[in-house]
């Protein structure tokens, strides 16, 4: 997300950093300079998100362990 500023408050911005000394904004330059390089980010292969279950099970097996790995609550809690 960026932020977008107009030419009254850029102008604004100059104004303060004209009163800054010269290291000072030989700083900010290359701060400001190195945050417009474009960083390539990593791409999402869309084909690695689907695709049929691998298991060496049969369905039923899985449903078993489903079914055994439920947990049930009996702690209710009164409000």
């Known amino acids: 997300m960026s932020l977008v500023l107009t030419n009254n408050t850029i102008d604004k911005y100059f104004g303060f950093l004209t009163k800054l000394d010269n290291k000072s904004k030989k700083k900010l ?11 390539e ?27 055994k790995s439920r947990v049930e609550k009996n702690d209710l809690i009164d409000f």
């Open 41 to 67: 980010e990593a791409g999402i292969d869309l084909l690695s998100l689907y695709g049929a279950w691998e298991d060496s099970r049969s369905s039923d097996e899985i449903i078993n362990d489903i079914r």
């Open 29 to 39: 330059i290359v701060k400001l300079k190195k945050s417009m390089e474009t960083k």
